[in-house]
């Protein structure tokens, strides 16, 4: 199983643009890269799922290299609301390891 | 459409009982997974059910175990509770098996006193 590795926190300010990196070296041909968010006490939110280049919804963009053994979700202009728990995912047709996740804290 | 729904949201039960936890997924939706949250070990991966069968399960004792009913909702059973068994479980559904996207439900916030 390929595991993930991120910063453990982080903190930014409201407007700005938030870049969070995930680590997976040791990631398959087959295998997607997920990013969830979870509030307190609240299952985790789909945000963003990739594979290759670039991927961007109304939420977030991800980008993932050519190397793709390392991915970085983008948060456009972050608010208050967005403080939360980050989890970058390696998804194969296999068991779905959450890493520790990033602890991500806006500030006004 | 209704989202994933679990029953029950709270739990409280003695150590040495056995509970039974309910997931209800979206409709549609074939796969079902369950996880354990604690603030020690974070989100953990239990196992997965797809059409009735399991297809993957986590590194938990035997005392967890689960199955999938034929309208895709899903129960998870824990035997001989243990104190450290008190956590968030959450249940997520998803369209297929695997890497698609999961949509998660509240949770069951299961107390072992």
Known sequence: LAKTTQPISMDSYEGQEVNITCSHNNIAT???????????????????????TKVTNEVAS???PADRKSSTLSLPRVS???????????????????????RLHILP | ????????????????QQ?????SPISGHRSVSWYQQTPGQGLQFLFEYFSE???????????????????????MNVST?????????LCASSVGAGA??????????????
């Open chain 2, 81 to 89: 509770l243990e104190l450290g068994d008190s956590a968030l479980y």
């Open chain 2, 1 to 16: 459409k209704a989202g994933v729904t679990q029953t029950p949201r709270y739990l409280i039960k003695t150590r040495g």
């Open chain 2, 100 to 113: 698609y996207e999961q949509y998660f439900g509240p949770g069951t916030r299961l107390t072992v006193t």
């Open chain 2, 19 to 23: 509970v039974t936890l309910s997931c």
């Open chain 1, 30 to 52: 087959n295998d997607y890269i997920t990013w969830y968010q979870q509030f307190p006490s609240q299952g985790p939110r789909f945000i963003i799922q990739g594979y290759k």
């Open chain 1, 80 to 102: 208050l609301s967005d403080t939360a728990v980050y989890y970058c995912l390696v998804d194969r047709d296999d068991k779905i390891i959450f890493g520790k996740g990033t």
């Open chain 2, 53 to 75: 069968t399991q297809r993957n399960k986590g590194n938990f004792p035997g005392r967890f175990s689960g199955r999938q009913f034929s309208n895709s909702r899903s129960e």
């Open chain 1, 62 to 64: 991800l980008f993932i």
